[in-house]
């Protein structure tokens, strides 16, 4: 079984900051990519960032200069650090692992439960 557990949403004014975790545990051979999606009230889920093993990192234009990504491979942990948060940031954000369970087994999508992040003052 492979599990990805989220923490640190919340209630933040607009100008906050926040730092969401998650952390991936379980049969895991090895994790391709990571990142954190999210899906606003009446909107279809969409990427926010993403980091691959060993590449470049990836944002949605409107988090841009304002979110960082980042990830601790020895703990099979990825972050995302939101800065200058705005209402329009409002939704419940996902985690996602890109990940093998065995070296002879394909790559796998996985998903964390999702946490709220709320923008408001």
């Known amino acids: 079984q492979v599990q990805l557990v989220e923490s640190g949403g919340g209630l933040v004014q607009p100008g906050g900051s926040l730092r969401l975790s998650c952390a991936a545990s379980?049969?895991?051979?090895?994790?391709?990519?990571m990142g954190w999606y999210r899906r606003a009230p009446g909107n279809e889920r969409e990427l926010v960032a993403s980091?691959?093993?060993?590449?470049?990192?990836n944002y949605a234009d409107s988090v841009k200069g304002r979110f960082t990504i980042s990830r601790d491979n020895a703990k099979n942990t990825v972050y995302l650090q939101m800065n200058n948060l705005k209402p329009e940031d409002t939704a419940v954000y996902y985690c996602n692992a890109a990940l093998r369970r065995r070296s002879y087994l394909g790559v796998n999508n996985y998903w964390g439960q999702g946490t709220q992040v709320t923008v408001s003052s």
């Open positions: 379980g049969s895991i051979f090895s994790i391709d990519s």
């Open positions: 980091i691959p093993s060993g590449g470049s990192t």
